[in-house]
């Protein structure tokens, strides 16, 4: 019955459409379900309990599962990395793209470009279940910024949230921007898709990047033109960085990102460069693939996946 209950769950999780919150809370079943399996292997005294070995294996994994359960669902609210911030502005922007300003109070929280967190806000326009986005702002700038786009049920309603309202932020996580200032006299394309394209612009504008010898280019590809939110202050970036080239790239015109793109946009082999993707999972894998077909190794790829519901 464990088993059968957790074959649910996983069916329910990739086909069934459901608002985000209530899919979450679908999560909080396995915890129930994993009980119920431990359960039953000790009550049942089945043939794995004639085997002391298989028994402590099992059992060590089990505690380690229900462990890992209890932290997230129940501790991590009161006892993970949380700050206080204060809405300052809400401003609506072309293609479904709501950005959101949030101020620290007291305690700011110190991040890396490149960096996401997680966000709850106190508000009555949406639900206080926290949601995961890239920091497009970046890390110099007392101001958070979220670039939200309308995806589902709760960032459809995000635009209502009204300045002065209280949120609670979570983080922050990832290590997406690292390996350009562990590296910087390495080469470097980032491609964004779409939303895919906020943490590169947390990166573009750091201090860090702006240091950087060797030319770095970002590719922002949407269908169209109309699509491109963030056109100009990537423009604007590259106009003032020797060492920044922005490409807009649009898949309507042109067709999806392809190597034959790649190899007409750049100035020397793929292979040379470290890759740094982020957008729709369909994009981030075709180019990944590719990248790895034309001779460049997998640690030079890296990914930010973008598939939140």
Request: charged letters at 20%; hydrophobic letters at 40%.
């Amino acid at each position: 019955m464990a088993l059968a209950a957790f074959a649910v769950l996983v069916v329910l999780s990739i086909y069934w459409k459901i608002p985000y919150q209530k899919w979450k809370r679908t999560h909080d079943l396995f915890g129930l379900v994993l009980v119920l399996v431990a359960v039953h292997a000790v009550l049942g005294r089945g043939e794995m309990m004639k085997y002391p070995v298989l028994t402590v294996w099992y059992a060590s994994w089990t505690a380690v599962g229900l462990t890992a359960y209890i932290y997230i669902r129940v501790l991590y609210r009161f006892v993970g990395p949380q700050y206080d911030f204060v809405t300052t502005e809400v401003q609506k922007r072309k293609a479904d793209v709501t950005e959101v300003y949030l101020e620290p109070v007291g305690r700011p929280m110190h991040f890396a470009a490149g960096q996401f967190l997680y966000v709850s806000f106190d508000s009555d326009a949406v639900t206080r279940e926290p949601h995961p986005f890239s920091i497009s702002s970046p890390p110099e700038e007392p101001t958070l910024r979220l670039s939200i786009k309308r995806l589902g049920d709760w960032t459809s309603d995000v635009h209502r949230i009204r300045p002065g309202e209280r949120a609670r932020v979570w983080g922050p996580y990832g290590h997406f921007g690292r390996v350009l200032q562990e590296q910087p006299d390495l080469p470097a394309v980032m491609i964004g898709g779409g939303i895919g394209i906020t943490p590169m612009l947390s990166i573009i504008r750091s201090e860090p990047f702006a240091q950087r010898k060797e030319m770095s280019v970002v590719i922002y590809s949407v269908p169209r033109k109309e699509k491109q939110v963030y056109a100009d202050e990537i423009t604007t970036r590259a106009e003032q960085l020797p060492n920044l080239r922005g490409v807009m790239h649009l898949s309507d015109e042109t067709g999806y990102i392809d190597l034959d793109y790649l190899r007409e946009t750049l100035d020397r082999p793929l292979p040379d460069f470290v890759w740094m993707l982020c957008g729709p999972v369909p994009m981030t894998d075709s180019i990944e693939a590719q990248l790895k077909a034309s001779g460049v190794r997998p640690k030079q790829i890296l990914i930010e996946a973008f598939d939140i519901r």
